[in-house]
């Protein structure tokens, strides 16, 4: 399995292209399922979800061709046709590698009348259920049976063929996911769905906005009640992926904890604007440019208190990297995890590298001013594997980060990006 070696210490700068985001290509894939016609998604980032969604769409007989021009480019093209759909099935083998696969069940039961996706299960970020966006779908006219470990979608029968009615849902906790999924099932129904309480994330936008390129009838996009009047059919569509605001965010620390200055080029800070508050109150410049937002550090950072919260508060996308970051300040920092229990699961790496973080319940003290001195180690997830890039970045000596797989789902091509501004960083292979 890849390693990635860091020798720390370098202050980092330059200018550091952002990719698409991750978690809109996610969404924004699943809405070929919608439409006979191609779709075309652009600024689509390389990572191993990415092309795990490729060939979980392949399953239902939706094509996938990629263009992407050499393989030293970043971002590809990739156009999606779903002319007929073979199969309403998401198997085991594929959802448990990927959970954002449960994101098929909205447009799978709002096309085909049925659909039936393997239980994602357990996450190393909490137990993550999914009966929101059961719930969800049952107040929009589907009947949802659980059996051996899926879950079956159907819609009720208008002149022999399966279509949703459509309603209203109030969700009684903020779900991206869940919100996703029955925006890409109510855009089809017989009638009009509305959603109060629904996620405000920027990626719940940029699937809104694919959704009324492809002829959907959605309004208050961007606020917490969505009206969506549903449409007998949808057409396909060219669209650009937004860029990634937390990879940004992500490089935004990688500054701020080398004491460097980084041109995050492509970001748009309208979608980060809490990630960037946070790194102004840190005492970190902030410098919004016509291509790029510059952040730069120099001197010492100070301490925070920060709480995650739904969009447009901060993010839990991000709690991990301004943990690493604020292990550099000067004094304590209070963070409070209110999204997902057990997201705190790269605390004891982060002690291996000398980090002094004390976590009671969802609330961890930072102490500042630490030494880090590089170490193996290894993370459970996406972001709190990136935080041990960053705390490696700022440490003395050699870090090694084993479990690279997990930052491949995430970040496009990590190590290039970060040796262009100066990081001594390698990828390993076995051995
Ligand atoms: C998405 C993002 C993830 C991000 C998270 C919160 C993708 C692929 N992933 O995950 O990176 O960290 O939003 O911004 O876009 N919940 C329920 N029942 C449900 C669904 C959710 O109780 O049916 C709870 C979750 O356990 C959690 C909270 O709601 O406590 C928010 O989760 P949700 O917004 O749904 O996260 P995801 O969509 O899974």
């Known amino acids: 399995m890849d390693r990635i070696l ?9 200018r550091i292209a952002i990719s698409g985001a991750k978690n809109s290509a996610l969404t924004l894939m699943p809405c070929a399922l919608l439409t006979d016609e191609p779709l075309t998604l652009r600024n689509l980032p390389r990572l191993a979800d990415v092309d795990s969604f490729g060939h979980l769409l392949n399953q239902f007989g939706v094509s996938t061709t990629i263009e992407g021009g050499r393989p030293s480019d970043f971002g590809r093209v990739m156009t999606m046709r779903g002319q007929q759909l073979t199969s309403t099935v998401a198997p085991y083998d594929i959802v448990r590698k990927m959970r954002a696969s449960i994101l098929v069940l909205g447009p799978l039961v709002g096309r085909a009348g049925e659909a039936t996706v393997s239980l994602p299960g357990g996450c190393a970020i909490g137990n993550r259920p999914i009966d929101l966006h059961l719930k ?12 051996a470990g899926y879950v079956k979608a159907v819609a009720p029968k208008i002149n022999g063929v399966g279509r949703l009615t459509g309603g209203r849902f109030s969700f009684p906790v903020v779900s991206v996911g869940a919100t996703e999924n029955v925006l890409m099932a109510a855009v089809t129904a ?3 769905t509305i959603l109060e309480n629904a996620a405000r994330e920027p990626e719940i936008v940029d699937l809104c906005n694919l959704l009324v390129a492809m002829g959907a009838s959605i309004s208050g996009i961007g606020t917490e009640t ?9 057409h396909g569509a060219m669209y650009r992926v937004m860029p ?31 990630t960037l508050d946070a790194l102004i109150e840190a005492g970190v410049s902030v410098e919004e440019r016509k291509d790029a937002i510059r952040v730069s550090a120099d001197g010492p950072l100070k301490p925070l208190t920060l709480s995650t919260a739904p969009f447009p508060g901060f993010a839990t996308d991000m709690q991990a990297q301004f943990m690493a970051m604020l292990l550099k300040a000067d ?14 699961m790269h605390v004891p790496e982060l002690a291996r590298m000398g980090a002094h973080i004390d976590v009671r319940g969802r609330t961890a003290v930072v102490h500042g001013n630490a030494s880090l001195v590089g170490a193996p180690v290894m993370a459970t997830d996406l972001r709190a594997s990136m935080s041990l890039i960053l705390a490696g970045l700022a440490a003395e000596g050699r870090t090694e980060v084993n479990r690279v797989y997990h ?3 995430g970040y496009e091509r990590l190590e ?3 040796q262009g501004v100066g990081a001594d960083i390698e990828r390993l292979g076995d051995g």
């Open 136 to 147: 969800a779908l049952e107040a929009i006219g589907a009947e949802i049976e659980l059996a």
């Open 226 to 234: 969505l009206e969506i009047e549903g449409r007998d059919r949808l």
């Open 407 to 409: 930052l491949d789902r």
């Open 190 to 192: 017989k009638g009009g």
């Open 244 to 274: 990634d605001r937390i990879e940004a965010g992500s490089y935004a620390c990688a500054a701020a904890i080398t004491g460097g200055s980084l041109d995050l080029v492509g970001a748009s800070a309208h979608d980060m604007r809490a």
């Open 6 to 14: 860091i020798r720390g210490g370098n202050r980092l700068s330059g």
């Open 331 to 344: 004094g304590a920092s209070v963070l409070t995890e209110t999204i997902f229990e057990n997201r705190y």
């Open 416 to 418: 290039e990006k970060l």
